[in-house]
């Protein structure tokens, strides 16, 4: 009779077991665990929890301050990515290091969204990068707000247990702040003189913004798409000659990245410029200055305006309550 009692007792003392230390999670496949969304940006990771909210968890791959073009990531990571319910990347050829672990994640049946191979790319026209896919569309707004919206319809076909609605809401209230961004750029832009819209970049990452706002692209220190390229001695020479011929007066090189380059490249021209940082292909941590990217995009346009003449005080700040409270 004892020994019958503690048989039975078996399959009780071990769900109980599992209960306390495993909370329910690991026990069972239908332990209510929230839906899992995987990005690899953090530019499309500030991007996608603005549209899911609380409706799953959102985990993102690349670190605050990082290069999207070489990060990696660790095994437990790229385990994170086979077990999502949706995986959200940039695409184009961006996250060079990551796209192995996105395509294995296709292979087990993830749902994936290229946000960048849908938002119409445009194509590189530099001599090295002629025809292939510009992967940085982020730099200009209207393309972001495509891109919100192909996350929340792909959120709401492939995640099961997100509420439509939420979804929705979430994105009608983002697409007004990104509207709001957009408006703004082009005000504080339109008071830069009309021959002194040339930008000179630390690799060409700013061509979607150049052909929104109408700036013209005089070249990049690093004349290619990607920082794992690197420039040669007539490259240089030839991009000073242009910024002479040009009349530049700013070089704009990426926070993350060492300016060595640039600072070389004012060195090699014959008129005086300045080189500033830009945040161009990574957010920050929180009180850096582009925790977000509507907060980026404000840093970005701002220092683009000074850093090519524009008068300061001719253009009012986006509404408040356009970007997320990040504190």
């Excluded at 992967?135 to 209207?142: E, G, L, N, Y």
């Excluded at 959120?155 to 007004?176: C, F, K, M, P, S």
């Amino acid at each position: 009779m004892t020994d019958r009692t503690e048989v039975l007792r078996l399959p009780t003392a071990f769900a109980l077991t599992c209960a306390v230390v495993l909370g329910l999670t690991a026990c069972t496949t239908t332990g209510g665990e929230r839906p899992s969304v995987v990005v690899t940006t953090n530019i499309l990771g500030d991007i996608t929890r603005e549209i899911v909210g609380d409706q799953a968890e959102v985990t993102v791959l690349m670190k605050p301050g990082s290069d999207p073009h070489s990060f990696g990531i660790s095994a437990p990571q790229a385990a994170t990515i086979e077990q999502a319910d949706l995986i959200v990347h940039n695409g184009l050829g961006l996250e060079e290091n990551v796209l192995r672990h996105v395509q294995a994640g296709q292979e087990a049946g993830v749902a994936t969204l290229a946000v960048g191979d849908n938002v119409s790319p445009l194509k590189y026209t530099s001599d090295d990068m002629a025809g292939r896919p510009d992967p940085h569309f982020w730099t200009d707004p209207a393309r972001v707000r495509t891109a919100a919206r192909l996350i929340a319809d792909r959120l709401i076909e492939h995640v099961d247990g997100v509420d439509a609605a939420t979804v929705r809401a979430n994105a009608a209230r983002y697409d007004t702040r990104l509207a709001d961004l957009s408006t703004w750029m082009s005000s504080r832009f339109a008071a830069i003189p009309a021959n002194k819209r040339n930008l000179v970049t630390n690799h060409h990452v700013f061509g979607y913004l150049a052909q929104r706002f109408g700036f013209r692209v005089v070249g990049a220190v690093i004349p290619s798409g990607t920082t794992l390229a690197s420039p040669s001695a007539s490259d240089l020479k030839s991009l000073a000659t242009a910024i002479e011929t040009a009349g530049v007066t700013a070089i704009f090189a990426d926070s993350s990245q060492p300016d060595r380059l640039a600072q070389a490249l004012r060195r090699e021209s014959k008129v005086e410029v300045r080189v500033l940082p830009l945040f161009s292909e990574s957010l920050t941590e929180r009180g850096k200055g582009a925790a977000t990217y509507l907060e980026m995009m404000r840093a970005n346009t701002a220092a683009i305006a000074d850093g090519l003449g524009a008068p300061t005080g001719t253009t009012a700040r986006p509404k408040a309550g356009t970007e997320r409270n990040t504190s």
